[in-house]
């Protein structure tokens, strides 16, 4: 039976998860213990995997009774092992997080996809001579009037009015990234939402940069310092739908509920970070956007906002060496689950 040599073929994982066990009952103070609990848990979640499918393929009894004392073992561990630990939370947040989402495909694509899109709708968007109708075509002319309308004033420290703009901005921002979370385990309707959306923001900011447009100026004067913290997290709530839609379809053998609980874990690392660029750029939109600062200052802080995440991404989130690279890829989402048992 293939299930049956499938799971003889995962001792070497029932073994470590043994290892892991004595280990971190002996290591409680140790300075490894995070490293042992983020691998202890996806072996942990593994082996209870196992047992469902042992038991319903009928395995052989020691098999069976051998995968219940392990589990009930590492059941026992797991609860007396939930304890709060900053290094675990700073190895969680500086390592695990940031390279489960570098390595992401789902990642990878709903960023190329939003980030591609938008920018040649921009280009396109600004060109006038070349295409005078693109943003009036993707858009409509009334959302282009409202947005000249919008933006027509200079900010001189009117922060009743712009906050006021900067909540409409927020909560439609923040909506397009629900929805594109919401559609990501259809994955076709997902996909066509983050394009549309990129395509729609990306003609906009193309439209609004058009020197004939008096009131762009004011525009990017409103939307520079806040802008990369809000496209980058509608990417990563994309994202974070497109890998629960993923375990829907890519199952690796398990039941279709158990797949999908599986993925969501892994999804949790995406949209926490999703969640916390939302708080960002809406404390910047608040405070910063509407301010009178010259715009040098806005400018700065987009660029620096816009490095922050680069290096937490990229570098915090890039395997450093061969034993990294073979530590779970989805670790702190399993890690989180954990937590929240």
């Known amino acids: 039976m293939r299930i049956a040599e499938l799971l003889l073929n995962r001792r070497e994982e029932w073994a470590e998860l043994e290892t ?6 002996k290591s409680r103070k140790s300075s490894k213990r995070g490293k042992q609990v983020t691998r202890f848990a996806k072996l942990y979640r593994s082996a209870c995997s196992d047992l469902a499918m042992a038991e319903l393929y009928q395995l ?3 098999t069976v009774d051998y995968l219940h004392d392990l589990v009930a073992r590492a059941h026992s561990q797991l609860y007396r092992s939930n304890q709060f630990s900053w290094s675990r939370w700073y190895e969680m947040i500086t390592a695990d997080i940031p390279r489960a989402i570098f390595s992401d495909p789902c990642v990878h694509v709903a960023g190329f996809i939003f980030f591609g899109l938008f920018a040649i709708a921009a280009i396109l968007g600004r060109a006038e001579s070349t295409y005078p109708n693109f943003p009036s075509q993707i858009t409509g002319d009334k ?6 309308t919008m933006y027509e004033k200079p900010l001189e420290g009117n922060f009743d009015h712009y906050i006021t703009a900067a909540a409409g901005y927020i909560q439609h921002n923040t909506s397009i990234g629900l929805t594109c979370f919401g559609k990501g385990p259809l994955i076709i309707p ?15 900011f193309g439209y609004m940069s058009r020197p004939s447009i008096q009131s762009g100026d004011n525009f990017f004067q409103f939307v520079t ?15 974070a739908g497109l890998r629960l839609g993923i375990g829907l379809i890519a199952t690796a053998g398990l039941m279709r509920i158990e797949s999908l609980k599986q993925h969501a874990i892994q999804s949790l690392p995406i949209i926490i970070v999703s969640v916390f660029l939302f708080l960002a750029a809406a ?5 910063i956007s509407p301010s009178p600062l010259p715009y040098p200052y806005k400018a700065f802080w987009a660029i620096a906002s816009s490095v922050g995440m680069m290096f937490y991404f990229v570098i915090l989130g890039y395997p450093r060496d061969e034993h990294l690279q073979k530590r779970p890829r989805h670790a702190a989402g399993q890690h989180l689950s954990m937590k929240g048992t």
């Open 143 to 148: 959302v282009l009037e409202d947005l000249e």
């Open 60 to 62: 052989p009894p020691a």
């Open 20 to 25: 892991l066990c004595t280990l971190i009952q």
């Open 283 to 287: 404390f910047t939109e608040g405070f």
């Open 190 to 204: 997902c996909v066509i939402e983050l394009s549309f959306q990129a395509v729609y923001l990306g003609s906009m």
């Open 225 to 239: 310092a806040h802008g990369p913290f809000e496209l980058t997290a509608i990417a990563l709530a994309a994202a």
